[in-house]
């Protein structure tokens, strides 16, 4: 699925749980390394679920040495507190039906 879609944050996820949660005896390091490969896609879809995965991939993996944690964290951070645009009840809908927002999608 990854070489259909490289930007699937979510196949990137279900990958990563099979070696991190799958398993009889968890493969942390294989987990990571799924998820540090869909991190280094640019373009990444649900990139946020990708950084909360990876930092609970960590944080069960070495529970004593939680700054190995700390980048993910840092750009979950910088993800989640982006500011979206609001969108005025009279603006055309973002959906592209031309019509106004309060006639769509904001009803």
Not at 5 to 21: N, Q, R
Not at 36 to 45: A, D, E, K, Q
Request: hydrophobic share 35%; proline share 6%; charged share 25%.
């Amino acid at each position: 699925m990854l070489s259909n879609d490289p930007t699937a944050g979510w196949v990137y996820i279900g990958y990563a749980s099979c070696y991190a949660l799958e398993l009889e005896k968890p493969q942390y390091n294989k987990a990571m390394d799924i998820m540090i490969r869909g991190l280094s896609v640019p373009t990444l879809r649900d990139r946020g679920e990708v950084l909360e995965c990876a930092d609970a991939i960590i944080q069960e993996f070495s529970k004593a040495d939680m700054e190995k944690s700390k980048p993910y964290k840092q750009e979950l951070h910088k993800v989640t507190s982006a500011r979206v645009a609001k969108i005025g009840r009279n603006e055309p809908c973002p959906c592209g039906s031309g019509v106004k927002y309060k006639k769509c999608c904001g009803a």
